[in-house]
């Protein structure tokens, strides 16, 4: 199987596409799909952030994982 990769940006419903010339007459496979951004987006990590200096552990359960009668 040939694969051919293709890195082009969409101007019209209509792409000329000169790479696919060699494959024209045959059963092909034509995926479509955006381009993943590098960056992250700008609000990811804000929910993550916000926990920053919260103490989120429970020491109730955190005894009771601790405790040799749970093992």
Do not use: Q, W
Not at 45 to 55: E, I
């Amino acid at each position: 199987m040939n694969a051919i990769r293709i890195r082009t940006r969409l101007d019209s419903d209509t792409p000329h596409l000169p790479e696919l010339k060699p494959l024209i007459g045959k059963t092909v496979e034509i995926i479509v799909r955006e381009e993943a951004s590098l960056l992250p987006e700008k609000n990811t990590y804000d929910a993550f952030l916000a926990l920053a200096g919260h103490d989120l552990v429970d020491p109730d359960a955190y005894k009771c994982l601790r405790s040799p009668s749970s093992n």
